[in-house]
T-cell receptor, first 113, second 115 residues
């Protein structure tokens, strides 16, 4: 079946612009997660959704970051007024419930000029 | 604090040899562990998981060993193939408790398989 789909796969933008990253989880997966992976680093947890609710937003680096999920499916991660330190690969994962392995998409590689 | 780390950042093996990738964790509350494989330009791919009530779990060509006494996790890959070349991450999760959805990842080990 289809895996987690993320778009765009690559995004290059100028400092100060806003960007939206999209994640389509595996159908039927109620739990959705966003992570960030910087060059040579491990994965950093950003936010978790159970259905459309985000019980834990503690990983969001600043108030320039926000995320939403609609219809228990698609999620959008928005970064406002992008800074160069936002450059990273943003990965989305989903799982059937919170107690099962997370399956990842291939990420969006974000580059801030 | 909570952390998951790796003993070796790089590992180079000959095709056909067995590979062992190690991981240490410090959170004694961790009771679920996952190994992921990440190829260049791809997202992490689930390999195998293990719960804390087990010491060993086997998959296809892979075995995960958990030593809770010394908080150590290892991934063994049998008959390593060139297609196994990738970065391998261990991740831990406190299955019980308020943050049981949050995976904490190690830095990763780069496995290179020489033909």
């Amino acid at each position: 079946g289809a895996g987690v789909s993320q778009s765009p796969s690559n995004k290059v933008t100028e400092k100060g612009k806003d960007v939206e990253l999209r994640c389509d989880p595996i159908s039927g997966h109620t739990a959705l997660y966003w992570y960030r992976q910087s060059l040579g680093q491990g994965l950093e947890f950003l936010i978790y959704f159970q259905g459309n609710s985000a019980p834990d937003k503690s990983g969001l680096p600043s108030d320039r970051f926000s995320a939403e999920r609609t219809g228990g499916s698609v999620s959008t991660l928005t970064i406002q007024r992008t800074q160069q330190e936002d450059s990273a690969v943003y990965l989305c994962a989903s799982s059937p419930t919170v107690f099962q392995p997370q399956h990842f998409g291939d990420g969006t590689r974000l580059s801030i000029l | 604090g909570e952390s998951v780390g790796l003993h070796l950042p790089t590992l180079s093996v000959q095709e056909g040899d067995n590979s062992i990738i190690n991981c240490a964790y410090s959170n004694s509350a961790s009771d679920y562990f996952i190994w992921y494989k990440q190829e260049s330009g791809k997202g992490p791919q689930f390999i195998i998981d293990i719960r804390s009530n087990m010491d060993k779990r086997q998959g296809q060509r892979v075995t995960v060993l958990l030593n809770k006494t010394v908080k150590h996790l290892s991934l063994q890959i049998a008959a390593t193939q060139p297609g196994d070349s990738a970065v391998y991450f261990c991740a831990e999760n406190p299955w019980r408790g308020g943050s049981n959805y949050k995976l904490t990842f190690g830095k990763g080990t780069l496995l290179t398989v020489n033909p």
